[in-house]
């Protein structure tokens, strides 16, 4: 242990900065219903305009300004990037992301102030950690050694519950980990926007070595900035081979200590129930140099580890407290449901009354569950509650019908908008010879303003895992003469990641060549607006008229129509006309009747089925 020790004296590691302190919850944790204005921040600026334009007084900009490292007067013209930077600093919301390509200004919401910004109410918090590795490695035995070898006298009687989420004490310090292993569920997490782990353990099992899910989740782990503890498991068995591991792991970039990196790795044996404490006291050391606070004075903010319906209780949900203090009888809202907690329990089962940053926590008072990644607030009143998740609900309905997620044909536009300046790839192959020349092709496509990275490149086919990353860190997914699983299909359909699969290297080049130059042809996908059913044909002034019911959706006039007969398309072109009774109309909506005329064709029958659809650049 005294070794590890002297890893406190050491500068923070290389791979992150901790140089500026990020509050825990940042601005983007915050509830929509708490923003107040939007702000365009232009190019440049002086202090004194950006102080006025943000609604704060010139000393505050200035303090913040020193804070970063940067002396300027009330006269001195800040750049952009500055500029939002300690935006974002004083508690407003930046949407898109600064850079080089940027459009000169930005737009900014003001969110209520945190606390969290002042210094002096902050305290240090426990960290919250994930165990990931492959299948079998010993996940589950390293959890269940964990929760077992710190189960204090009191406690050994009491039943251990299951919430998601525990806590241990280590050295008076705590620790609280997340139940549930994996970098599926961490990344699920993640793609709800919910950043809930400060420190990940990889578990690599000392007798099999770095496996497919071995390097996944280091891909997972790096994607969030989340930096890495290796459990080395199975140290007990004979043919368990520590330095093979080592080299594996440095072959893939993990270099721990002993190697010259930073990365702490510690042998243990989940099974034997060895090594587990220098484990914990090693993930204080990190936690430490994290520099993990949060403010408990504050209401709370939460995270939901995961919910479900109770028969006798009703909506229960294990509730990560990211800062602040949560207590019984606080309003809440959390996801689109407002609440009110009636009653909390910790893992034990126990009865809380308050529970403060990083405790997980069992909370009863929801009219319903919530999804797993929700962000719990605290408000200040019921009202409150129910007010900001009326307005979430309308927001949902909002954000579904216009946000459109990253795909190669609209990358460019992004990056022109300023919205993006990084291409984040998953690459999958058929065979691991062709990861090689695939990624140096891809990489010689950065330039000035766009940047391609390649977030995890492996062989075999693309899996649910793959596509949440991609769903987490906003990218695409690339295959190589591989196949989609029919899981990860699912998932991408449903949350719109795009996934292409190539089976030339040259076309896959091209076309990220293209993307990233903004050359690439956009790709339409159909958008069914709905369906109505012919009931009747009658004569008008010569012309056969079509009498149809709309049984889904609308019917719009000028819109792109297919008739269906017998389940087969046997014309398609455009809705020329719509009449309900005598009078033209733009489009009828579902229980509706109405005439109408297709382009080009005459011999409606009753019974066929008009397909109403637009073509929409994907
Ligand atoms: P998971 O799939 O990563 O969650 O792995 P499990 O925790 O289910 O463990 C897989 C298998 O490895 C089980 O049969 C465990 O008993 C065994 N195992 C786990 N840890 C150790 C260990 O430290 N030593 C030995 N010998 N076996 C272990």
């Known amino acids: 242990m005294a070794k590890r020790r002297q890893n406190r004296a050491r500068p923070a590691p290389k791979r992150r900065s901790t ?30 305009q950006f102080a006025d334009l943000i609604d704060m007084s010139a000393v505050e900009v200035i303090k913040q300004l020193m804070r970063n490292g940067m002396m300027a007067n009330i006269n001195e013209v800040i750049d952009h990037d500055t500029a939002v930077t300690v935006a974002s600093d004083l508690g407003y919301k930046v949407l898109g992301e600064k850079g080089k390509g940027a459009t000169s200004a930005k737009k900014i919401k003001k969110y209520e102030r945190f606390s969290e910004d002042d210094t002096s109410v902050q305290k240090s918090r426990p960290p919250v950690v994930t165990i990931m590795g492959h299948v079998d490695h010993g996940k589950t035995s390293l959890l269940d050694a964990i929760r077992q070898t710190n189960v204090t006298a009191t406690e050994a009687g009491e039943i251990t519950q299951h919430i998601g989420a525990y806590q241990v004490d280590i050295n008076d310090q705590k620790i609280t980990f997340l139940d549930t292993p994996g970098h599926e569920a961490f990344t699920a997490m993640r793609a709800h926007g919910a950043k809930v782990t400060d420190i990940a353990i990889l578990v690599v099992a000392a007798d099999d070595g770095v496996m497919p899910q071995t390097l996944e989740a280091i891909a997972h782990a790096r994607a969030a900035g989340v930096p890495i503890v290796v459990a080395l498991n199975k140290v007990d068995k004979p043919d368990a081979n520590p330095q093979r591991v080592k080299q594996q792991l440095a072959d893939h970039d993990v270099l721990i200590e002993e190697w010259g990196g930073d990365v702490i790795c510690i042998p243990v044996s989940a099974k034997k129930q060895e090594g587990i404490s220098d484990l914990l006291e090693n993930l204080l050391i990190v936690a430490e140099l994290e520099d993990l606070k949060a403010n408990p004075e504050r209401n709370a903010i939460g995270v939901v580890i995961e919910a479900k319906l109770d028969k006798t209780r009703g909506a229960l949900a294990t509730v990560l407290v990211q800062t602040g203090t949560l207590r019984v009888g606080d309003p809440f809202i959390v996801g689109d449901i407002s609440g ?151 998932i991408a359909e449903n949350e719109g990641v795009d996934i292409r699969n190539y089976e030339v290297i040259y076309k896959l080049v091209d076309d990220v060549e293209k993307a990233v130059k903004g050359m690439l042809a956009p790709t339409y996908v159909e958008v069914i607006a709905g369906h109505g059913e012919v009931r009747a044909i009658f004569s008008a002034r010569g012309n056969r008229v079509a009498g149809i019911y709309i049984t889904e959706g609308k019917i719009i006039r000028g819109s792109q129509a297919r008739i269906i007969r017998h389940s087969k398309t046997i014309f398609e072109s455009s809705v020329n006309s719509l009449k309900r009774f005598k009078d033209d109309v733009k489009e009828v909506t579902s229980g509706f009747e109405c005439g109408i005329g297709i382009e080009g064709y005459n011999d409606l029958e009753v019974g066929d089925i008009i397909e109403s659809f637009r073509m929409e650049q994907s």
């Open 340 to 490: 009110k907690i009636k009653a909390m329990f910790n893992d034990k089962g126990k009865h809380l009354r308050k529970a403060e940053p990083a405790s997980p926590v069992e909370i009863l008072g929801m009219e319903s569950v919530p999804k797993s990644g929700d962000t719990l607030t605290v408000t200040a009143t019921e009202k409150e509650a129910r007010i900001q998740a009326e307005k979430r609900q309308e927001e949902k309905r909002l954000a579904l019908t216009t946000t459109k997620p990253l795909s190669l044909s609209n990358f460019f536009s992004r990056v022109s908008d300023g919205d993006l300046k990084e291409l984040s790839i998953i690459l999958k192959t058929d065979v691991q010879g062709s990861i090689e020349p695939i990624q140096t092709s891809l990489v010689r496509l950065n330039n000035d303003e766009v940047k391609v990275n390649i977030l995890h490149s492996d062989s075999g086919s693309i899996t649910e895992g793959d596509v949440l990353l991609a769903l987490a860190s906003n990218g695409i997914i690339l295959g190589f003469n591989t196949r989609t699983e029919p899981g990860a299909v699912q």
């Open 19 to 48: 140089a500026r302190k990020a509050p825990y919850v940042d601005a983007a944790v915050a509830t929509e219903a708490e923003v107040k204005q939007g702000v365009k921040i232009p190019a440049s600026l002086t202090v004194k």
